[in-house]
């Protein structure tokens, strides 16, 4: 069993402006690594990310003060945010299905 990727703390997290001018397809995963909603969707993530390679995955530890996530309204965890080319196209609260996931992956 592989370790999971930890979420990238505040000093680690890209800037807006850097996600903003990201090209192709982006999941933006907000939460953080002691958040059991965050735990209970990981099995979920690992099992559809590998099926979507064009997807840059990024974890994003979220909190009060954290810039990246005030600046998407993100309220719960985990929250996926799905960009193309730096623009929002879909948005996923709590995910625990595969099926959810992958559904949301293939629409962009």
């Given at each position: 069993m592989s370790t999971p990727t930890p979420y990238l703390s505040e000093t680690e997290a890209p800037a807006r402006a850097e996600v903003?001018?990201?090209?192709?397809?982006?999941?933006?995963?907000?939460?953080?690594?002691?958040?059991?909603?965050?735990r209970a969707a990981q099995p979920a993530l690992a099992e559809v990310l590998?099926?979507?390679?064009?997807?840059?995955?990024?974890?994003?530890?979220?909190?009060?003060g954290r810039p990246l996530g005030r600046s998407y309204r993100v309220k719960l965890w985990p929250t996926l945010v799905?960009?193309?080319?730096?623009?929002?196209?879909?948005?996923?609260?709590?995910?625990?299905?595969?099926?959810?996931?992958?559904?949301?992956?293939?629409?962009a």
């Open positions: 903003d001018a990201l090209p192709g397809l982006t999941l933006l995963e907000f939460g953080t690594d002691w958040c059991g909603h965050c590998p099926q979507h390679p064009q997807w840059r995955h990024l974890k994003v530890e979220d909190g009060p799905l960009l193309h080319d730096g623009q929002e196209v879909a948005r996923l609260v709590r995910p625990t299905q595969a099926a959810y996931i992958s559904a949301a992956l293939n629409i």
